[in-house]
């Protein structure tokens, strides 16, 4: 398994932007597809992004295709998740998490990190 760190949340108004960092160490990170989940309080766990060990194939929730970009950097063993025109209904606790194909199904992934709250005022 790899070790995840999410750090970069907080609170943001509406239509603003922010960056979610996933810092990875333990196996080998390039090797790993990896992801980013959220969970709304009352709310299913769901797959917001995910890239696979290169980085060059991604997926994207309907709800933040062109507003959300993926990316990672595995030379600094990180991850990220840029967010643009952040509406309430993006409020939740984001995670990050890394497994063997990139997926949208969160069983698929062994490693999580703790996650990092993301708070967007109307």
């Known amino acids: 398994q790899v070790q995840l760190v999410e750090s970069g949340g907080g609170l943001v108004q509406a239509g603003g932007s922010l960056r979610l960092s996933c810092a990875a160490s333990?196996?080998?990170?390039?090797?790993?597809?990896m992801a980013w989940f959220r969970q709304a309080p009352g709310k299913e766990r769901e797959v917001v992004a995910a890239?696979?060990?290169?980085?060059?194939?991604?997926f994207y929730a309907d709800s933040v295709k062109g507003r959300f970009i993926i990316s990672r950097d595995n030379a600094k063993k990180t991850m990220y998740l840029q967010m643009h025109r952040l509406t309430p209904e993006d409020k939740a606790v984001y995670s990050c998490?890394?497994?063997?194909?990139?997926?949208?199904?969160?069983?698929?992934?062994?490693?999580w990190g703790q996650g990092t709250q993301v708070a967007v005022s109307s």
């Open positions: 998490a890394g497994g063997e194909i990139l997926t949208a199904g969160p069983l698929e992934y062994d490693s």
């Open positions: 333990g196996r080998t990170f390039s090797s790993v597809a």
């Open positions: 890239i696979s060990w290169s980085g060059g194939s991604t």
